[in-house]
């Protein structure tokens, strides 16, 4: 895609707090020719089982899920967050179990080798899924987390993605 350039994890410039946890990000993922996209602002980058990796953490009741599940690669789009954060804001409060939210959304998605992402995204990271994790609640050591992000249960998966590549906005 001749908007964007590959780039290798050690060219990448971007804070990852701030991305994440400020700029928010869409988890994407394909199933059955389908793509379905959320919000989320709890991730982050490392290395695991020697290669570059990044990492997200889903809930059971999420739509997504069921995409993270069937698919073999996912990504993480970063569109800008303050010019983006009303699209951000609506793909992390909607549903796509219930309608087509991403054409609703007004973003649109692009393809990398068939691996689904944004093309309003700054960076993207196309990820191959090679793990994924139940955080069961014995191994939430932080009381306080625990009581206050999981009333009702719905705990998260932890997915992990070794990184094919980083696609770099032009
Ligand atoms: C700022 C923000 C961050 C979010 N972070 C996460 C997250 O890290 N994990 C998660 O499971 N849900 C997160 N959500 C909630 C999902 O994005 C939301 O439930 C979404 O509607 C799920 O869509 P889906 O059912 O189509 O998968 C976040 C929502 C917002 C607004």
């Given amino acids: 895609m001749a908007e964007f350039k590959t780039i290798s994890p050690e060219e990448a410039d971007f804070n990852v707090f701030e991305s994440i946890g400020k700029n928010w990000m869409l988890i994407t993922a394909e199933k059955d020719g389908k793509a379905n996209t959320m919000t989320a602002s709890w991730g982050g980058f490392g290395v695991l089982w020697s290669t570059d990796v990044a990492c997200c953490f889903v809930r059971e009741s999420r739509f997504t899920k069921e995409f993270m599940d069937s698919s073999g690669r996912f990504s993480?789009?970063?569109?800008?967050?303050?010019?983006?954060?009303?699209?951000?804001?609506?793909?992390?409060?909607?549903?796509?179990?219930?309608?087509?939210?991403?054409?609703?959304?007004?973003?649109?998605?692009?393809?990398?080798?068939?691996?689904?992402?944004?093309?309003?995204?700054?960076?993207?990271?196309?990820?191959?899924?090679?793990?994924?994790?139940?955080?069961?609640?014995?191994?939430?050591?932080?009381?306080?987390?625990?009581?206050?992000?999981?009333?009702?249960?719905?705990f998260h998966y932890l997915y992990i993605g070794k990184i094919i590549k980083i696609l770099k906005k032009q």
């Fill in 76 to 154: 993480l789009s970063f569109p800008n967050g303050e010019k983006y954060r009303k699209q951000l804001a609506y793909l992390g409060r909607v549903s796509g179990r219930y309608c087509d939210k991403i054409a609703a959304s007004g973003l649109t998605l692009a393809y990398d080798d068939g691996v689904p992402f944004f093309a309003e995204s700054d960076f993207a990271v196309i990820c191959e899924k090679t793990g994924r994790f139940f955080l069961e609640p014995e191994g939430i050591l932080d009381k306080k987390a625990l009581a206050g992000h999981y009333p009702e249960g719905d």
